[in-house]
């Protein structure tokens, strides 16, 4: 059973996205997506900066398997990414909501995370695809 | 057994299901203007033997002329063994069989050819070669493109001395992906590309990626120290296309500058692929580390298998086309395997030592070519640059007559330069490769002396 944290927003396509509560955002991918990843061999993250749009591709993850394009959960700027990834990418097999976090944004509108799945809806979604 | 997948019953019962009367009713929205018809000029079909027949009396019209064009294929010499080897059933396919587990052999000689280019190119990751020179510098400038992301400029500044096949492959390639291909003139007198060509045809904004040639069309050599750095300091990748063999002399893109070269790419034509009429060739791309992941196109490694035993397998596949579908990195897929393979044990039996000494000689022959033929009145230099294998020279005579008249005597005198750069007219680009004896080098020096002295 992957694990899906009470206290962060998640996207259809499986994002997390965690409010810092100083205006910006955390988001990563979920226990359940880096699982179905697998190994994780390679993260490009976005520039710190770019503005991007809601359901944006702004990074990718690369595992052994596959590339995939991880996308904005909402609209924002770039405030931060995980520089860590560029040596560890696993960080994010280990820990996907703690270490293997991705890129911060600071949200256009604060209130697009209400638009932003809770656990309970994501979870379904889990258990639909498993 | 024909592979065809369809019998006549499958076909009728497709057509059935969807409700069409026949596979030609499928293209019934073409406009009838456009449809070719019937092949009337396609002959019925002859025997063997006339086949044979037909096709030796053709090559009898080649002749075996004097070659002395390059124009960025070359006449080298081949050694025997290349093609012995390359023709063996092991190796005999223009398909590469990927399976790890049934390819050692293939594989290992695709990452040996890898090995070559990386060492050649003096970059550290290299593919398993591209179609040929000019689509190979395309995935480049796109490769530029997408990895450059310290710039959001789609802009990319190549010199007008770039192959002008080339430049048009570019441009048909690229621009469609809304990258804008500005040209830089080269300087009238050296030949070579200036700093401030490329700064005037650059203007103030942004750059992804310049082009850096080496030798250039021209076969006139570079000052890519400093274009890479130029390059550098406007936040744009560099790109070398190279000759491999003149690599075998001069400094590898990777030491260009300060850092080097990002990515180096060219036609392998010249090792151990026969001229054909124009192809097919190969390309290869060569690139740093830290740009491996946006390079297109097959790429082999060397990995230990469950026994720890060094195996030879397909690696950085996950941005391909068969996985990332439309967002993959390029729509190559494959390499050049059967040319490739020719190439790699060209440059094995060559060794290091045996390429500088082809373009040694290459070198010298040309160098004695421009000499001779520089000593009939009012043929001169184009261009007083240095060069490796070719020179541009002016001549007295209409260029098209004059090639006309040595063709008819055997020997191909050179690329007409005007026919591409009409401010160079009248001109011709010579090349004498290693093939070129001196007797040869004389023959045409007389024929041309000829031909001038009788149209003065």
């Known amino acids: 059973m992957s694990e899906v944290p009470a206290d962060l927003r998640y996207t259809r396509s499986h994002?997390?996205?965690?409010?810092?509560g100083d205006g910006t955002v955390t988001v990563g991918?979920?226990?359940?997506?880096?699982?179905?990843?697998?190994?994780?061999?390679?993260?490009?993250?976005?520039?710190?900066?770019?503005?991007?749009?809601?359901?944006?591709?702004?990074?990718?993850?690369?595992?052994?398997?596959?590339?995939?394009?991880?996308?904005?959960?909402?609209?924002?700027e770039v405030v931060d990414a995980n520089q860590v990834l560029a040596d560890t990418p696993d960080a994010i097999n280990q820990g996907p909501y703690g270490d293997g976090w991705i890129f911060a944004l600071r949200p256009k509108d604060p209130g697009d995370m209400d638009h932003l799945l809770d656990a309970t809806a994501y979870q379904a979604i889990v258990d639909e695809e498993s | 057994m024909p592979f065809i997948p369809h019998t006549e019953d499958d076909i009728a019962d497709m057509l059935a299901a969807i409700g069409v009367d026949s596979i030609d009713a499928l293209f019934d929205e073409i406009p009838?203007?456009?449809?070719?018809g019937a092949l009337s000029a396609i002959p019925p079909g002859l025997a063997e033997m006339d086949v044979a027949r037909l096709m030796q009396a053709r090559a009898r019209q080649d002749g075996q002329p004097l070659c002395f064009i390059g124009a960025g294929a070359y006449d080298h010499h081949i050694p025997a063994a290349v093609w012995q080897i390359a023709t063996r059933g092991e190796y005999y396919s223009a398909y590469t069989p990927y399976q790890a587990e049934a390819s050692q052999?293939?594989?290992?000689?695709?990452?040996?050819?890898?090995?070559?280019?990386?060492?050649?190119?003096?970059?550290?990751?290299?593919?398993?070669?591209l179609y040929d020179g000019a689509s190979a510098l395309a995935e480049a400038v796109l490769m530029a493109v997408r990895a450059n992301r310290r710039v959001k400029s789609h802009r990319v500044l190549v010199p007008r001395a770039l192959h002008p096949a080339y430049r048009r492959v570019l441009r048909a390639i690229c621009e469609p992906q809304g990258i804008t291909i500005l040209e830089a003139p080269f300087d009238p007198r050296g030949g070579h590309t200036p700093l401030e060509a490329l700064e005037a045809a650059a203007g103030a904004d942004e750059l992804a990626a310049v082009v850096i040639t080496q030798p250039n069309f021209f076969?006139?050599?570079?000052?890519?120290?400093?274009?890479?750095?130029?390059?550098?300091?406007?936040?744009?990748?560099?790109?070398?296309?190279?000759?491999?063999?003149?690599?075998?002399?001069l400094k590898p893109p990777g030491q260009w500058g300060a850092s080097g070269a990002d990515i180096a790419c060219g036609e392998a034509q010249p090792l151990g692929i026969p001229l054909?009429?124009?192809?097919?060739?190969?390309?290869?791309?060569?690139?740093?580390?830290?740009?491996?992941?946006?390079?297109?196109?097959?790429?082999?490694?060397?990995?230990?298998?469950?026994?720890?035993?060094?195996?030879?397998?397909?690696t950085l596949q996950a941005r391909e086309q068969h996985i990332r579908r439309g967002k993959a990195t390029s729509n190559i897929c494959t390499n050049q395997g059967l040319l490739v393979?020719?190439?790699?044990?060209?440059?094995?039996?060559?060794?290091?030592?045996?390429?500088?000494?082809?373009?040694?000689?290459?070198?010298?022959?040309t160098t004695r070519l421009v000499e001779c033929l520089t000593e009939i009145p009012g043929v001169e230099p184009l261009f007083d640059g240095p060069i490796f294998h070719e020179q541009g020279l002016r001549l007295p005579a209409p260029t098209a007559d004059v090639l006309r008249s040595l063709a008819d005597q055997g020997i191909l005198g050179g690329f007409d330069l005007g026919s591409e750069y009409p401010e160079l007219d009248p001109a011709i680009l010579v090349c004498a490769t290693e093939l070129r004896t001196e007797e040869e080098i004389d023959s045409y020096a007389a024929e041309l002396a000829c031909l001038i002295a009788t149209r003065r």
Not at chain 1, 15 to 20: H, I, S, T, Y
Not at chain 2, 352 to 357: M, S, V
Request: some cysteine.
């Open chain 1, 29 to 76: 991918i979920t226990d359940h997506a880096q699982e179905a990843l697998g190994d994780i061999v390679f993260v490009e993250t976005p520039e710190v900066g770019r503005q991007v749009g809601a359901e944006e591709a702004c990074a990718v993850v690369e595992s052994v398997k596959a590339a995939s394009d991880i996308y904005a959960p909402i609209a924002g």
């Open chain 2, 219 to 249: 076969g006139v050599l570079e000052e890519v120290d400093g274009l890479t750095q130029w390059a550098k300091s406007r936040g744009a990748l560099a790109i070398g296309v190279v000759n491999p063999v003149a690599l075998a002399l």
């Open chain 1, 15 to 20: 994002e997390w996205v965690k409010d810092n």
């Open chain 2, 105 to 129: 052999g293939t594989l290992q000689l695709l990452y040996e050819f890898q090995s070559m280019m990386t060492a050649l190119t003096g970059l550290e990751a290299s593919n398993a070669s």
């Open chain 2, 32 to 36: 009838s203007g456009l449809l070719v």
């Open chain 2, 276 to 314: 054909a009429s124009g192809g097919p060739y190969a390309g290869f791309l060569c690139c740093k580390m830290e740009l491996v992941r946006q390079m297109p196109g097959r790429i082999v490694g060397r990995t230990l298998d469950l026994d720890g035993k060094p195996g030879f397998t397909l």
């Open chain 2, 341 to 365: 393979t020719a190439a790699t044990i060209h440059l094995a039996i060559l060794g290091a030592e045996g390429l500088e000494r082809v373009a040694e000689a290459c070198h010298g022959n």
